[in-house]
């Protein structure tokens, strides 16, 4: 018995070790990389600069602007190609407003509406100069009910589930979702 217990005390000093020298090193790769010469005058100031973050909420950690959008990005990634399912909310399968509900949870650390036409009501119009990554966007495929959401990625690219293709990226003047289009809006 004591011969199966030394490999699992040694695997666990070995672990605690690990971590201790991964904490130890971690703020080296915090130094700045801003370098001076006796030619550059020195203005703490301008080279500071103020990040704009997020609230906490929920145990999510704070994140600037730049890094939200970065964070947006990598996790819509993660879940191209899952495939559609009406009323999804999960990896199984997304409906196009499962899909936003877990980005948004999952970013942004908010819960959004269930329904597509439910988060229309609760976000603010945005013009489509003024839509930044994160912004939702909206279509009326059926009709005039917003029966569709995606969410805008920038240079008109937006994510979303798509019926037949699961989640997808798009683009927002392809013809299909240009005729279909009915506004932006900020859920922040």
């Known amino acids: 018995m004591s011969v199966q217990k030394r490999p699992l005390s040694l695997a666990i000093t070995l672990l605690q070790t690990f971590f201790i020298c991964l904490f130890a090193m971690a703020p080296i ?13 020195v203005n703490v100031q301008s080279q500071t600069r103020k990040s704009v973050a997020t609230p906490r909420t929920r145990g999510y950690p704070r994140r600037t602007a730049g890094q939200s959008v970065g964070r947006l990005e990598q996790v819509i990634a993660a879940y191209i190609g899952v495939p559609y399912r009406y009323g999804g ?6 409906d196009c407003s499962g899909f936003v509900m877990q980005i948004y ?10 329904t597509s036409a439910q988060m229309w009501e609760a976000g603010r119009p945005v013009s489509r100069s003024a839509a930044r990554p994160g912004d939702l966007v909206f279509f ?23 019926t037949s ?4 990226y798009d683009d927002l003047t392809s013809a299909y ?4 289009f009915a506004g932006i809006r900020r859920m922040m």
């Open 177 to 180: 979702y240009a005729q279909r």
């Open 89 to 94: 909310t999960t990896r199984a399968g997304f």
């Open 140 to 162: 009326r495929n059926r009709g005039r009910h917003i029966d569709h959401v995606g969410i805008y990625l920038g240079n008109n690219r937006f994510a979303h589930a798509s």
């Open 105 to 114: 949870r999952e970013v942004y650390g908010r819960g959004l509406p269930r």
């Open 29 to 41: 790769g915090c130094a700045s990389s801003v370098r001076y010469t006796s030619e550059q005058p």
């Open 165 to 168: 293709r699961g989640v997808v």
